[in-house]
């Protein structure tokens, strides 16, 4: 083996400059005397090679070597000054052993340590036999990995990506990397320091804490995230991920610990602009309010993004139409929304009443990233600021500003890029808001306008009605209601409320309406009217799709491009029809009430001492569903009592729970004073606690006052079916009618009575009754067995007959015909004044 030279090995220098290997249990050392002869043993050499001291001491170390004759060549690279080498030694067992070694020369008296000039073995070369050398050997695997840890370490000082300090176990720093902390108010020079000496107090103290646990435990600290400002420069700061680990002896004795400092300000603002960014997108897509919007993106950007935000919107947008610059580019501008305070002593931000001229074009004072820093908008007061435009479609909304402390810095380009993302954002939100809140106010003023008034006053009942449009982000409902005067002085009470929202539910609202009132026009029976209905709306659902609908939606693709699927998303057209229904009749001669429901909650009945019960209605299925019958529940009803119709929008809340909803309206209805008041104040109560902005559905409440017609004001006969008893009857009549006082109705009214008693008798048999009714108004009332409907038609000049009903219609103001269970029932009415 030769003597050529090998890396440095890292250890313990004997002159400035020369690395050694480490003293360990796995470094072995001899002493050669002057003769090449082992002179001194360690336990390592002998748990290197496994020969005792005995056994080597006094022999030549050329014995030692695997290939003996190899040593020429060492004492060669010795004599010309070489120090360092490599050999392969033969171990007690015979193997080869490849070490790397390194000799140091021992100093004589006369101070030569040089060893020059002395030969190989056996050459006398000082008088004696001396130790003349020093060998340290290793194995050769160990040495590498010496000279990797050590390049290893060399490199971590070297590189400036990662911060690197070694702390003594008081936590005063022994050696650093020149980049552990290159920001304003740190030192050059580190050693000997503490971190106390030139962090901000409790920054340093909260480290050192980290630290001192990592001291007293041994467990690593890895990735703790903390700010660090300097004691020069406490307003700035920067954000540190540290880990540190500690150093111990073999013995175990701890010689101080080694940190990492990573700098991730700039990870974390990104973290920061990112979830920013999300949490804007998030707040402002939330909502279909325009005033909501905006008061949702001013929050979002605060503190995020400065001490204040102000969001200025053009007037038209609120009310859904497109903003239209003047001449000049201007747009006058209301401040909307306001989040965070005024810079110390500012006035606050004026409130969204007032108005703002601001210029806003595309070019103006725009830097191309669309946020500007604007010192000509008063944000606040604060030094710095930027206004971003809000722009969606082509179209300028409004703009947005913030404003921050100037020890917050100023802003960058990172700052213009979030702010210009998150104003396209919600630009795009706002826009979807303002054409929104156009449909919506189409839709509720078309619906408003198919309802009927809300106050009525009949002989039955006093009625109030009350609607509130919910805002949900699918439009208004198609909640309708309605008061039918019927015959009789009877009133039909009419709630529903279609499936779906927007445009195509209120157009469907208002043709079911048209439906209810002319099939109640023919009197007929709550579930037979239902029953018609049902079979209505299932046309309505197999009618097949306009064409030029599907021509209008593909018309849509440009809207559709320039990103209105989200709107399209929030906004589909009812194709579907469907629709609840309770419909009730109440006699205020029989004062009864008599109900039936297409899937639609129970009506409830408040009696004039306050106890509230629900009629114990069998729901029956929605309309459209079909090939189901529907059933009526008739209940009586005291005079004074108010019966409420509702749809489910006022019963349900955001947990489902309808008992509870019923429950409440149950406790405004029992309220004391509430029955006796104006039904209109009573139904805004009851729908007060519900506001629009948590609505999911439209709510409609229709309340009647109920009233009796007394007995005295009821006559009622029942008649043979004999022609001779019709005389009769109009003599029982005119009595009547002397009593009541409605003298000057006596001849109209025998006259009509004759003719209709006539037809019954002759027509339909009997038995024939007949009933006078004052209610506001004289009605007359002819009663048969027969189901028979009877038809006016025009008599010719040779009829002997068919005048009859032509007559009664000329007569009366009214007429018509009803079916019951037990046949049918023709009725007039007649008008009178007030009694003289």
């Not at 336990?43 to 003996?68: H, K, Q, T, W, Y």
Request: aromatic share 4%.
């Amino acid at each position: 083996m030769n003597g050529t030279a090998v890396p440095d090995v890292p250890g313990v220098p004997d002159v400035p400059g020369d690395d050694l290997p480490p003293f360990s249990e796995e470094t072995a050392a001899a002493l050669l005397d002057t003769r090449g002869r082992v002179s001194g043993w360690t336990p390592e050499a002998r748990a290197l090679l496994g020969r005792s001291a005995a056994d080597v001491i006094g022999r030549p170390a050329r014995a030692l070597l695997a290939d003996p004759l190899s040593w020429t060549a060492l004492v060669e690279a010795y004599a010309k000054g070489e120090r360092r080498g490599e050999a392969v030694l033969r171990t007690a067992g015979g193997d080869a052993l490849p070490v790397v070694f390194k000799t140091f020369g021992l100093t004589d008296g006369d101070g030569d340590a040089d060893g020059h000039g002395h030969g190989g073995a056996g050459e006398e070369h000082r008088a004696g036999d001396e130790a003349l050398c020093l060998v340290l050997a290793a194995p050769a695997a160990l040495a590498t990995r010496w000279n990797q840890d050590g390049a290893f370490v060399n490199e971590l000082f070297l590189q400036d990506r990662v911060g690197l300090a070694v702390f003594d176990p008081g936590l005063r720093l022994l050696r650093t990397n020149t980049h552990l902390l290159p920001y304003t108010g740190v030192p050059p020079d580190l050693r000997g320091r503490r971190l106390s000496d030139f962090l901000w107090p409790g920054d340093a103290e909260a480290v050192e804490e980290q630290l001192r646990g990592v001291l007293r435990t041994g467990r690593p600290m890895v990735g703790v995230e903390q700010i660090l400002r300097t004691v020069e420069d406490p307003a700035g700061g920067v954000f540190i991920t540290i880990s540190a680990f500690r150093l111990q002896a073999p013995d175990g004795r701890v010689l101080g610990l080694t940190a990492l400092f990573t700098d991730v300000t700039e990870l974390r603002r990104s973290g920061e602009r990112l979830a920013l960014l999300h949490h804007a997108t998030a707040s402002v897509g939330g909502s279909l309010s325009v005033k909501d919007t905006c008061a949702e993106l001013a929050a979002a950007l605060v503190p995020g993004l400065g001490e204040l935000a102000v969001v200025e919107i053009a007037d038209t947008v609120s009310v859904g139409e497109e903003p239209v610059p003047d001449e000049e580019g201007r747009l006058l501008l209301r401040r909307t929304a306001v989040a965070g305070r005024p810079a110390k002593g500012e006035a606050p931000p004026a409130s969204t009443v007032v108005r703002v001229a601001a210029p806003i074009t595309d070019t103006g004072t725009d830097t191309g990233t669309g946020a500007v820093t604007d010192t000509g908008t008063d944000v606040g007061g604060y030094p710095m600021s930027m206004t971003a435009l809000l722009r969606a479609r082509g179209m300028v909304l409004g703009r947005v500003s913030v404003g921050r402390h100037a020890d917050r810095g100023p802003y960058e380009k990172p700052d213009h890029d979030l702010l210009r993302d998150i104003a396209d954002r919600a630009a795009l939100a706002l826009d979807n808001a303002r054409r929104y809140a156009r449909e919506h106010r189409a839709a509720v003023g078309l619906q408003r306008s198919m309802l009927p008034p809300t106050q009525t006053e009949t002989v039955a009942a006093t009625t109030s009605g009350t609607y509130l449009p919910a805002n949900t982000s699918t439009g208004v409902g198609g909640d309708w209601f309605d008061v039918i005067p019927l015959s009789s002085a009877r009133i039909a009470l009419v709630v529903g409320d279609v499936v779906g929202h927007g445009l195509a539910a209120t157009a469907t609202m208002g043709r079911l309406r048209t439906a209810v009132r002319t099939l109640a026009d023919l009197d007929l029976e709550p579930d037979e009217l239902l029953t018609h209905l049902d079979d209505l709306v299932a046309q309505l659902v197999a009618e097949p799709e306009d064409p030029a609908e599907e021509d209008d939606e593909d018309s849509a693709g440009e809207g559709r491009d320039r990103g209105d699927d989200g709107w399209r998303d929030r906004h589909p057209s009812s194709s579907s029809t469907g629709a609840t229904c309770a419909y009730a009749i109440y006699d205020p001669v029989s004062r009864t009430c008599v109900v039936a429901s297409a899937g639609h909650p129970p009506p409830a009945v408040a009696d004039p001492q306050g106890n509230v019960s629900y009629l114990p209605v069998d729901p029956g299925p929605p309309l459209g569903v079909g090939g189901l019958p529907f059933e009526t529940t008739e209940a009586e009803v005291v005079p004074g009592s108010v019966i409420a119709l509702y749809t489910n929008g006022l019963i349900e809340n955001r947990d489902g729970d309808l008992e509870a909803g019923m429950a409440e309206l149950s406790g405004h209805l029992a309220r004391p004073g509430s029955l006796v008041g104006p039904l209109r104040d009573l139904g805004r109560e009851i729908v007060a606690g519900r506001p629009a902005a948590g609505l999911g559905d439209d709510v409609t409440v229709l309340l009647a006052r109920t009233r009796g017609v007394p007995a005295e004001d009821v006559a009622a006969w029942e008649v043979e079916a004999d022609p001779a008893a019709v005389g009769t009857m109009r003599a029982a009549a005119e009595e009547q009618l002397r009593t009541w006082g409605l003298e000057e109705l006596a001849f109209t009214t025998e006259l009509v009575l004759s003719e209709l008693l006539t037809n019954a008798i002759r027509y339909a048999g009997g038995p024939v009754k007949v009933r006078l009714i004052r209610a506001g108004r004289l009605i007359c009332e002819v009663s048969d067995p027969s189901a028979t409907h009877p038809r006016m038609r025009r008599a010719q000049l040779t009829d002997e007959g068919g005048r009859g009903l032509y007559l009664v219609a000329q007569l009366t103001t009214r007429w018509g015909s009803r079916y019951s269970r037990s046949g049918k029932t023709i009725w007039a009415e007649q008008e009178f004044g007030p009694p003289g």
